[in-house]
């Protein structure tokens, strides 16, 4: 089983659209658990952290189910520059805090 | 707003030659990681460093990779004798202190080995 997985996508969307993305992962010893966003050859840029309590941060949303191992990411009102690959991460803190990764979900948003 | 930096954007090297690159992380930041992401895969960990030493290594980082903290800012990723296999994006990220686990990631260097 994959530590971290993601549907691949692309998820194509008209502009405007809600959006959301799930991700699922195996080490329930992980423990802190965050959304990156990456374009197109770049480098990962942290888009928010996971709480328990789910979080937003604009039209994003957040929510972490511990019992299911699952986290999901919602994109309101999406804008043409929400096009990315959107990375599940976690980290598992007895593990030297590396950042175990998701293979990503590509989104294209259309006009 | 502070960010990593890292250089050079783009390496090209021979098969079995030795490569040297080089991150600047964030001036007040304490843990440092490097990773590498091969062209159309996902993002791999390498290493964490912390305190002058490696606090955790993959399976990858081998006995042909190494770091160091030669200085107070500059972190590096040498790769002794290269192989085609080690062609990919590598990223240096560095973390605050202790608690804080949002890791922050440079541009990358994309490593060429032909």
């Known amino acids: 089983r994959k530590e971290v997985e993601q549907d691949p996508g692309p998820f194509n969307v008209p502009e405007g659209a809600t959006v959301a993305f799930n991700c699922t992962y195996s080490?329930?010893?992980?423990?802190?658990f965050f959304w990156y966003r990456q374009d197109c050859r770049k480098e990962p840029k942290l888009l928010m952290s996971?709480?328990?309590s789910g979080n937003e941060d604009g039209r994003f949303t957040a929510q972490l189910n511990r019992a299911s191992q699952y986290i999901s990411l919602l994109i309101r009102d999406s804008k043409l520059s929400d096009s990315a690959t959107y990375l599940c991460?976690?980290?598992?803190?007895?593990?030297?805090?590396?950042?175990?990764f998701g293979t990503g979900t590509q989104l294209k948003v259309e006009l | 707003e502070p960010e990593v930096t890292q250089t050079p954007s783009h390496q090209v090297t021979q098969m079995g030659q030795e490569v040297i690159l080089r991150c600047v992380p964030i001036?007040?930041?304490?843990?440092f990681y490097w990773y590498r992401q091969i062209l159309g895969q996902k993002v791999e960990f390498l290493v964490s460093?912390?305190?002058?030493?490696?606090?955790?290594k993959s399976e990858i980082f081998d006995d042909q990779f190494s770091v160091e903290r030669p200085d107070g800012s500059n972190f590096t990723l040498k790769i002794r004798s290269t192989k085609l296999e080690d062609s990919a994006m590598y990223f240096c990220?560095?973390?605050?202190?202790?608690?804080?686990?949002?890791?922050?990631f440079g541009p990358g260097t994309r490593l060429t080995v032909t």
């Open positions: 990220a560095s973390r605050g202190r202790h608690g804080v686990y949002e890791q922050y």
């Open positions: 080490n329930s010893a992980s423990q802190s």
């Open positions: 996971v709480y328990s």
């Open positions: 991460v976690v980290n598992w803190t007895g593990g030297g805090n590396k950042l175990t």
């Open positions: 001036s007040n930041h304490l843990y």
């Open positions: 460093f912390y305190n002058n030493e490696i606090s955790e």
